[in-house]
T-cell receptor, first 114, second 112 residues
Framework: AQTVTQSQPEMSVQEAETVTLSCTYD???????LFWYKQPPSRQMILVIR??????QNATENRFSVNFQKAAKSFSLKISDSQLGDAAMYFC???????????FGTGTRLKVLA | DTGVSQDPRHKITKRGQNVTFRCDPI?????LYWYRQTLGQGPEFLTY????????KSRLLSDRFSAERPKGSFSTLEIQRTEQGDSAMYLC??????????FGPGTRLTVL
């Protein structure tokens, strides 16, 4: 069975600095997707970034980028120039191609310090 | 608003009562998903539909839970004979054929 592990329950970053959130996963599939979702307090989940496993190039969305290491089954999220609005729970998710059923990690709470 | 909507946003019920939640997906999204999220955890998959067909159900979905998606549009999730362990946030998401799920705001259920 597929699993997703986020080993950092909480992280802090100074405003304007860079922070990296870790995620590892386990799967025997070769074709899948990985995602980072942001869930602000009492608000709905928002897709931050998406990575297709067949692509070697790391995905980038403005200040958000990933380091996808397929052999190591690692998928970390880097947030550059952190802003107060980045404070939220961040969930890493695995989606198997075809069903797109997602398996989520337990989340990392990111605090941004002014 | 063109996002995923869920109703109600909050539901408080007494143990043993039945509750029903509704999810309206983004128009033309053929896949619809239900997840359950408890405090401090990530969402857990419950079930999903492709159009009106329910294609997969999690072991988490006991016999007291039933989901429908008539006509492949909105979906309902019913919990019968609620238990305190059912207290959670119930999330709905939809996705187009190419994938990428968009989540609704969730329905927070409290069972007293």
């Amino acid at each position: 069975a597929q699993t997703v592990t986020q080993s950092q329950p909480e992280m802090s970053v100074q405003e304007a600095e860079t922070v990296t959130l870790s995620c590892t996963y386990d799967t025997s599939e070769s074709d899948y997707y990985l995602f980072w979702y942001k869930q602000p307090p009492s608000r709905q989940m928002i897709l931050v970034i998406r990575q297709e496993a067949y692509k070697q190039q790391n995905a980038t969305e403005n200040r958000f980028s990933v380091n996808f290491q397929k052999a190591a089954k690692s998928f970390s999220l880097k947030i550059s120039d952190s802003q107060l609005g980045d404070a939220a729970m961040y969930f890493c998710a695995y989606g198997r191609t075809g069903t797109y059923k997602y398996i989520f990690g337990t989340g990392t709470r990111l605090k941004v310090l002014a | 608003d063109t996002g995923v909507s869920q109703d109600p946003r909050h539901k408080i019920t007494k143990r043993g009562q039945n509750v029903t939640f509704r999810c309206d997906p983004i128009s033309e999204h053929n896949r619809l998903y239900w997840y359950r999220q408890t405090l401090g955890q990530g969402p857990e998959f419950l079930t999903y539909f492709q159009n009106e067909a329910q294609l997969e159900k999690s072991r988490l979905l006991s016999d007291r839970f039933s989901a429908e998606r008539p006509k492949g549009s909105f979906s309902t999730l019913e919990i019968q004979r609620t238990e305190q362990g059912d207290s959670a946030m119930y999330l709905c998401a939809s996705s187009p054929p190419g994938g990428g799920q968009f989540f609704g705001p969730g329905t927070r259920l409290t069972v007293l």
